[in-house]
């Protein structure tokens, strides 16, 4: 009976230690509940703006499902807008609480975890160009495409992103030969903002929606962007890989035979 338990109590520790291997976001930005969008400008978030692809058109809009059809898109409340469970990383003032403005420093401590990606929409003269992926955020130049730019709407990828990443960030590169990153940390960014926005549904865990800008701010009547020149969905733990399995397996049957040792010397 006491071995039983020794099991019970290992192999919990081993799946809990397998359920921890989830990428753990950095950043100082606060998650704060996704209001209405509007497309108002000067926008407020700062990602509801107007675009030059029409109105109502921008990243709020397509992951809300608020318009339900955009460039021939048929949108889809990715969010759980109407679950009251989306929200948007937003910069905070002094006492913590939401500007609405953007976030320059958003990147992922890597727990060497499974990752995988969607790519939602592109709306944008550059969508065939826009480049998307992962980069080391002590090395910036080290970089892992995840979206070349002939990928398009619907676009799967899987990871994993590379061990000697101990953090990754997100970089978007254009045809104007720029490279935007999601934290402005340690590189040399061409905006003084970030062209990232981050959302995610509070009923998905380690699931978050990425929506990027692809001009420098500022983008005349864009303001700061529409940012739907691209968006994706982006999952940063897998199923517990087989191999995990396994070495929880090894540790079990370690353990017990430790046990029977000590019972048997
Ligand atoms: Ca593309
Ligand atoms: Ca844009
Ligand atoms: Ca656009």
């Not at 703006?49 to 889809?76: E, H, R, V």
Request: hydrophobic share 35%; aromatic share 10%; glycine share 12%.
């Amino acid at each position: 009976m006491k071995l039983r338990i020794s099991l019970l109590v290992l192999l919990t520790m081993c799946l809990a230690s397998s359920m921890a291997l989830a990428d753990i976001l950095q950043t100082s930005g606060v998650w704060t509940s996704v209001p209405a969008p509007d497309g108002s400008n000067p926008p407020s978030p700062f990602w509801d703006s107007p675009s030059l692809d029409g109105g109502n058109t921008n990243a709020g809009y397509i992951l809300t499902g608020t318009n339900t059809s955009i460039n021939g898109y048929t949108t889809q409340d990715w969010l759980g807008y109407g679950n009251s469970t989306a929200q948007y990383l937003s910069a905070k003032d002094g006492s913590g609480s939401p500007t609405g403005g953007v976030v320059n420093n958003v990147y992922f401590s890597n727990n060497l975890g499974g990752q995988s990606a969607y790519l939602i929409i592109e709306i944008a003269g550059y969508k065939d160009k826009n480049i998307f992926g992962i980069y080391d955020r002590n090395l910036p130049a080290n970089k892992t495409v995840i979206f070349d730019g002939p990928a398009g709407q619907g676009a799967p990828w899987s990871g994993p992103v590379p061990i000697s990443y101990t953090s990754y960030g997100f970089y978007l590169t254009t045809p104007e030969n720029i490279t935007f990153y999601s934290d402005t940390t340690n590189v040399t960014n061409p905006d003084t903002n970030s062209n990232f926005a981050f959302f995610r549904n509070t009923s998905q865990a380690d699931t978050f929606y990425i929506a990027m800008e692809d001009l420098r701010d500022p983008i005349g009547t864009e303001n700061k962007g529409d940012y739907n020149d691209m968006i994706v969905k982006a999952h940063v733990v897998a199923p517990i890989p087989g191999s995990l399995l396994l070495l929880g397996t090894g540790l079990v049957s370690l353990a017990g035979l430790g046990w029977r040792r000590r019972k048997n010397g």
